[in-house]
Nanobody, 124 residues
């Protein structure tokens, strides 16, 4: 079993930056690839960014490419999402997720473990 806890969310003005963290605990050997998803009110959950075990493969949604950066520190069992040039449309609950397989994915149904989410609100 893997437990994921997100942190770093909050309120930020448009154009600002924010860094989200996701700490994994439990059977972390089962946490291979990691991903970030987000869900705004009334909308479906969407893929934001993904990273494989070695950090050799990075994946981004077109809407955040060039603004967001995903990274991980396996020694700390933590994955990060550095968000810059934030826009009001980035407002959502952000979730981190983990896969048992090391290859990254853009599909939410291919992730095995999920955190509780952290709220990110971008004001205009």
């Amino acid at each position: 079993q893997v437990q994921l806890v997100e942190s770093g969310g909050g309120l930020v003005q448009a154009g600002g930056s924010l860094r989200l963290s996701c700490a994994a605990s439990g059977r972390t050997v089962s946490s291979r690839a990691m991903g970030w998803f987000r869900q705004a009110p009334g909308k479906e959950r969407e893929f934001v960014a993904g990273i494989n075990w070695s950090s050799a493969r990075l994946y981004y949604a077109d809407s955040v490419k060039g603004r967001f950066t995903i990274s991980r520190d396996n020694a700390k069992n933590t994955v990060y999402l550095q968000m810059g040039s934030l826009k009001p449309e980035d407002t959502a609950v952000y979730y981190c997720a983990a896969r048992r397989i090391g290859y990254g994915s853009r599909r939410y149904d291919e992730y095995d473990y999920w955190g509780q989410g952290t709220q990110v609100t971008v004001s205009s």
